[in-house]
């Protein structure tokens, strides 16, 4: 079956970056878009940005443009996304999530996601 | 607009029936997603293409589009609905994926 399987958490202080990846299995990888969304505590859901696996390249939400850099790495079917200049507000659950057609917004599989805590 | 407006809470007594709404602009362009999401657990697709059931989501679950509204209905909620349900679209460019703000069912 499809899976999506992430790294485990990170702690890091305000300033840093934090790179987090996702494997996928059970599909082939680069027949897929990936997509990237995160969930601040008790909060609702937010995109962030994809891996169009038409392009081969990323497509970033505005409010990540410059920070943000996603990547994949077909040839071990994982994806990774990487968050620099963390601030507090960073501090989110990050989840990986396969995009169900091209360019779709219906992610049909998740990852378990990633807890990124940033603090000094 | 790609901004999409959910009610933050609604509840439904057990086996009755529930409505979720979910407002945007970008549904005159696009079909709605909407997505199943329990404390602690990672999002699940519950509906695409505005009526369309992924495997192994109970035929309970029905969606629907109307002009700028779509709607997630459940039909004789059951205890473990309770969740957040976030609709999804993309804004008017067709590039940027958006969520609604989410909605709380409580099954009373």
């Known amino acids: 079956q499809v899976q999506l399987v992430q790294s485990g958490a990170e702690v890091k202080k305000p300033g840093a970056s934090v790179k987090v990846s996702c494997k996928a299995a059970?599909?082939?990888?680069?027949?897929?878009?990936i997509n990237w969304v995160r969930q601040t505590a008790g909060q609702g859901l937010e995109w962030m940005g994809w891996?169009?696996?038409?392009?081969?390249?990323?497509g970033y939400a505005q409010r990540f443009q410059g920070r943000l850099t996603l990547t994949w790495d077909t040839s071990i079917s994982t994806a990774y996304m990487e968050l620099t200049s963390l601030e507090s507000a960073d501090t989110a659950m990050y989840y990986c999530?396969?995009?169900?057609?091209?360019?779709?917004?219906?992610?049909?599989?998740w990852g378990q996601g990633t807890l990124v805590t940033v603090s000094s | 607009s790609s901004e999409l407006t959910q009610d933050p809470a609604v509840s439904v007594a057990l086996g009755q029936t529930v409505r979720i709404s979910c407002r945007g602009d970008?549904?005159?362009?696009?079909?709605p997603t909407w997505y199943q999401q329990k404390p602690g657990q990672a999002p699940l697709l519950v509906m695409y293409?505005?009526?369309h059931r992924p495997p192994g989501i109970p035929d309970r679950f029905s969606g629907s589009t109307s002009g700028d509204t779509a709607s997630l209905t459940i039909t004789g909620a059951r205890a473990e609905d309770e969740a957040d349900y976030y609709c999804?679209?993309?804004?008017?460019?067709?590039?940027?994926?958006?969520f609604g703000g989410g909605t709380k069912v409580t099954v009373l």
């Open positions: 293409a505005g009526d």
């Open positions: 999530a396969r995009g169900y057609a091209t360019g779709s917004h219906t992610f049909d599989s």
């Open positions: 891996m169009s696996r038409e392009s081969g390249s990323a």
């Open positions: 970008s549904f005159r362009s696009f079909w």
């Open positions: 059970g599909y082939t990888f680069a027949n897929y878009d």
């Open positions: 999804a679209s993309r804004d008017n460019s067709g590039n940027q994926k958006v």
